[in-house]
Every structure is written in C-alpha cells, then in structure tokens.
C-alpha cells in the first residue's frame, strides 16, 4: 500500500523577470512501513518538496496526497521535523515537549510515557535546561522530540541527523527501523550523508527538480553495477546525454493508497488553548526586555510624563515698574490698607503683591526702559507695568479700566505665556474682589475689566491634565503595537508559527489565544495608569473612572492588533518596523494629541478621523474633565470606533492569514 503519492508536481519562484524552477513535474511513492530518503545537492528541491507535502507551500500543478488525502486534514498522523529547528528558545526542554503535547492533545499520562521514552532514546539534557542554553545538535534532538512526541504514523523529517555524533545517528536509524518494522510507521528523510541512504528501503536521488533514479539502495546498485552509493549518484548527475529525465523509474508509482481516518475536529480545543497560552506565559515571564516593554514602559513614561510635565512653575523672574509707588517694601499681603484709609492710599503695592504671591519672583525697576532691557537680555521672563494713577483708575468708574496695567511675557514659551497670564489675571480678580469688601465697594465687582466663567476647569486649572487624558492613550497604543511586532516577528522568524500550524492548530486558535493574552497585558497596564494617576499623583477625574480603565483596555487591545496585521502584511521585519513607525507618527501629529484636530490642514483631518485614537481622545478628555457618563454621544463614539477597529483588524488578520502565500509560509 502507498502512503505519500507525489504525482507530476511543478512549483517555481518569480525571481524578478526570470521564472526560476525548483520541481519540475516529479513523481515519487512512498509505501506504507519503509524509510524512504531523498538524497540531492543543496537547492535541488527536497525542502521544497517536502513543504509542498505538508501544505506548507502550493505547488503550480500536480498533486500531492498522505493517506490518499492532503496532509493538512490529517496532522495528527504526520510527524514533520523542518530544517530549522523551530523552536521557542525561551522555553525548558520539559516545557517544549509539553508544548507539543497540548498541540496534538495528549493525555498527560501517554505524554509522560513517551516523554520518558524519547528522552532515553534521544539522550536529552536535564529538562529544566532551556532551549537558548542548548548547543546546536542539542537543539536537533529536541526538535527530533517534538516531532515523535504524538507517536505519527507518517514520519516526514528534513535534515534530521545534521550536527549530530554517530552513535546518536545509529540509534535513530535503529529506532526508526523498529518503528517502521512493529508499528508500521513510514518515514521520509532527507539527508546529505549518502551512506545514510544504504539504511533505507528506497531512496530517491534528485537533481533540478525531478528524481533522476527511485529504488531500493541495492536495486540502484545492481542496475548500475557499482558497488557504492556515492559512485552512484555521481555518475547519475554526470550522465549529460540523460540529464534531467528519470534514468531508473520506480516499479512503484501508481499503488493503490490506504485512506486513513480524518479526526473530527472540535470548534474550542481546551488543550490547544491551553498550549498556546502557556508557552506565551514562560516566553515572557524569561525575556526581561519584553516584560520592560509591555508592562513596564507604558506605565513608567506615564508617570514621568505626570512628574516632568505640566506642573507649576516655580521661580519664574517678574519685573514690576510700580510708576505709581516705588517704595512698596513696607507692604505685604498681610498688611492690608485699613477700611478707614481706602479713599486716602494708594493700592499698587497690594497689587504687585498679590501677582508676586502667585509664584514668581519679584524684580523692582524705576523705569520701563530699564526692565525692558532686562527682558531683551532674558533676565526676565516677563514684566508688569503700574502706571501713576493706578488706584484713580480702578476706583473712578467713568474711566477705561482695560488697559490699567500693562504686562509684557515672552511670547516663544507658550505653555509658560499662557500660566502667566492665567496667574496674573488671577491675581488682578482676587485683588479686587478683596478691595471691594474691605473698602464697601461693592459695585467695583461689575466694574472688573475681564469677567471669567469657570467652565470644567479653573483658572488655576493646569496644562499637564489636559494633555495627560491623550497620553494614557497614546503610549499603551504605541508599545502594545511594538510588543506584537516583536513577538509575532520572533515566531515568523524561528519558524515556530509554522511548526504551530503544522500541528493542526487554526488560525482563529492562534489569533484568540494572542488575543486573551493582550487582554491581560492590557488590564494590567490599565490597572496600573489609573492607580498611578488617582492614588500617586492625585489628579482628579471628575467622570468615571471605569469608563477610564475600560478606554485604555481598549486601546491597547486595538494597538495589539495593529502590531499583529502589520506584523503578518510585511514579510520582513523591517517593513513591519516601519509601517508601526508611522503608526506612531501619525499618533503624535495627527490625533490632538500635541495640536487639536480642529487646527489641523484640511488635507490631514480625514487621517485623524480614521485614526483609532482620535475619538477615544476625546472621549476620554471629556470624562475625565467634564464628568460626562457613558450615554454621552463623544463616549458611545469612542467606544463605537475602538469595537470597530478590534473586529476590522481581527477579521482581516484572518482573512489574511488566510490567503498570504497559501496561509502557511509566513
């Protein structure tokens, strides 16, 4: 009975404007029971072959069938050991093993049997050791492992004695003579050693594609009457006249297959699940720089940014030109000017120490030229002018009280312009409402230049609460979307995405399973920016504060995916690195996050609304500084764009995955 039927198979790569052939239209048989070997030059097509045998890679024609079915319906049966060893190098030998247990769903009793068994068999190093402590033909082996580990019926193993010392190889020679003998296992291998194949049942030797001669070791032998398989297979590729044809056809082709059985696969796998999310567990748990990047940056540029930015400045250097009376050393706040004496004194002094109260360092100057020169030399941040009839102004009601004093600020620091001017403002209000108590002068309160309504947030109101309503946003968007950049970029790049697939798991498995984990990630990150921010460093959320928590969980669970679908639309990592590059540009310029949306270009504004985080800005501006609840239209918003793009960017990950280069080389 035949097992593996490879029938008239091409596949070739675009190489730019050449078409460059890897198989060219091969035929191969493998019976059921017996060692097959392919034996070729490297880049002669047995990876390829043997890829396009486990679905890995779509052949442009022909057919390929296991059991008389394709290998993807049946991974249970089929053992596939890749040429990269593919393998979570963060993870223990034990810990490996049972990986694949999961995958395949092992019970834990036969697992540990067959664990016992391999181990012996294999000689593997203690189990607590990990894979990234391992030498290269260590590695093998347990690549080896976790290929036999479900017991296969179908052994399909590329390179597998390569770095491995020769009674190692003898004793898996042995063991796969046993296995193909009392259990009927076949098994395919590929190899380079040439005296390898004298082992096997048949072996295949290729060149350019096709199988120049397929026979038993001694068949091949007789026909050619030589005595050694190297001397074979060199005169076979040195025949010119009867290069690329079949010298020696195999008598086998065309046997009748054994179909075997297809396992009905369950919609949830508990022990699938339960595979993937432990191995994500103890990769993370050992990689430092991971755990720095997802848990602990975030947060930590969170809190600096509370700490470094907006806080209230201290010692900023006032000038004061008092035209009215210079010589307010005999004034303080506490020494106010009796009631008795308002129509006789004059209230500059109070004034100027009222605006000095307010954080800032007082300057005295004789004339306005002298601080203005000051101010040129940025001695000065800014400086306040008392004009002489100052205290006329502000009590005579005929008169034009706007422009009774004259303020002078460096208008190339914003932030700082704009405290300023908020201080002095401030201090000018509570200035006078004081004098019109004291001095019953009640109608000087309608009177005041400048009326403020404090809507949502006070005069004192700082700049730094503001901002950090974007910020508690931005950085758990942009490093959970670094994060699945570089897991899912280090999985591509071990092959062990591949190895997974391999072993039956579905591509709704693989992506729930990132996404349960980003869940967590994202809680924790949540947890921790809303315990910082209300318990550490006190600032006040007016609105709810889970509403808050839920805003950041969902953002990072949007920045996950985004990492995950650039990380699978770009096949090299540095493509992948520069699309989240841009991501993150777009973030700081086009989001409100440093400018609002409303002062943008024309041309950007449609970017910013199709952006994930503009609307959650808003939302989330709007709950924490005007208390606003969940059936407000900005939060329903938010949340509506935040689901939007979790389903957008889940469904065409899928979808994706699906159909980029045949779901399985990627």
Request: proline fraction near 3%.
């Amino acid at each position: 009975m035949s097992c593996v039927e490879v029938k008239n198979v091409f596949f070739s790569y675009n190489n730019g404007d050449k078409e460059e052939k890897i198989l060219n239209g091969i035929n191969m048989s493998v019976d059921r029971g017996t060692i097959y070997t392919l034996i070729g030059a490297s880049g002669c097509g047995k990876t390829t072959l043997l890829s396009c045998l486990m679905c890995i890679q779509k052949p442009q024609s022909g057919e390929l069938k296991v059991f008389n079915q394709k290998s993807a319906k049946i991974p249970k049966l089929i053992g596939f050991m890749p040429q990269q060893n593919s393998l979570v190098a963060e993870l223990t030998i034990n810990e490996t093993l049972q990986y694949f247990g999961h995958l395949y769903e092992m019970k834990q009793e036969i697992f540990d049997e067959r664990f016992e068994m391999i181990s012996e068999l294999l000689d593997l190093p203690d189990k607590n050791l990990q894979i990234r402590d391992l030498s290269g033909g260590e590695q093998r082996r347990i690549s080896l492992a976790a290929t036999i580990i479900h017991d296969p019926k179908l052994l399909i193993l590329d390179e597998p004695t390569v770095g491995l010392d020769f009674l190692l190889r003898e004793k898996i020679w042995e063991f796969l003579f046993q296995k193909t003998t009392n259990d009927n296992v076949t098994a395919i291998i590929t190899t380079h050693y040439i005296s390898e194949a004298a082992n096997a049942h048949r072996c295949g030797f290729m060149r350019n594609g096709i199988l120049i001669a397929e026979d038993s070791p001694n068949a091949i032998l007789d026909k050619l009457n030589i005595e050694s398989l190297d001397e074979a297979f060199y005169h076979l590729c040195t025949k010119k006249e009867n290069e690329n044809q079949i010298i020696l056809e195999s008598e086998n082709f065309g046997r009748e297959q054994n179909e075997e059985k297809i396992e009905e696969q369950k919609i949830f796998r508990p022990k699938i699940m339960k595979g993937l999310l432990i191995k994500e567990f103890h990769r993370i748990r050992r990689q430092p720089l991971e755990i720095f990047i997802i848990f602990i940056m975030p947060v930590f540029q969170f809190y600096l940014f509370l700490i470094a930015i907006g806080a209230i400045p201290n010692d900023l250097i006032l000038g004061i030109v008092n035209n009215e009376d210079q010589n307010c050393n005999k004034y303080t706040i506490n020494n106010s000017i009796p009631i008795d004496k308002c129509s006789e004194a004059t209230f500059s002094c109070e004034f100027t120490n009222h605006v000095i109260n307010n954080n800032f360092q007082k300057v005295l100057y004789n004339t306005h030229h002298q601080a203005l020169h000051d101010f040129k030399e940025s001695n000065l941040f800014g400086f306040v002018e008392i004009p002489k009839n100052f205290t006329q102004i502000i009590f005579d009601e005929t008169e034009n009280r706007t422009g009774a004093v004259e303020v002078f600020l460096d208008n190339s620091k914003y932030h700082l312009l704009l405290y300023t001017k908020s201080k002095i403002m401030s201090a000018f209000l509570d200035f006078m409402d004081e004098l019109a108590g004291r001095c019953n002068v009640n109608e000087l309160i309608r009177g005041r230049p400048i009326k403020f309504e404090e809507l949502y947030a006070p005069l004192s109101f700082d700049i730094r609460t503001t901002l950090m309503t974007a910020i508690m946003l931005s950085l758990p968007f942009t490093m959970t979307n670094i994060f699945a950049l570089l897991i899912i970029s280090d999985t591509r790049i071990a092959g062990v995405w591949n190895r997974t697939l391999l072993c039956g798991v579905k591509l709704t498995e693989i992506i729930l399973a990132n996404a349960i984990e980003c869940i967590f990630i994202s809680i924790v990150i949540a947890a921790s920016m809303i315990i910082g921010q209300d318990f550490i460093f006190g600032a006040e959320v007016l609105g709810s504060k889970f509403l808050v928590f839920s805003l950041i969980t969902g953002i990072c669970i949007v920045g996950f995916m985004m990492g995950f679908f650039i990380s699978i639309l770009c096949d090299k990592f540095q493509a992948s690195s520069g699309l989240g590059q841009l991501i993150t540009i777009l973030t700081v310029f086009t989001t409100g996050l440093i400018w609002p949306v409303e002062s943008l270009s024309p041309w950007i504004i449609p970017i910013s609304y199709i952006h994930p985080l503009t609307f959650p800005f808003i939302a989330n501006r709007n709950i924490i500084l005007k208390g606003v609840e969940i059936c407000h239209s900005s939060v329903i918003l938010g949340f509506f764009v935040i689901n939007a793009w979790i389903i957008v960017l889940a469904v065409s990950s899928y979808f994706l995955l699906k159909t980029k280069k045949f779901s399985r080389n990627f």
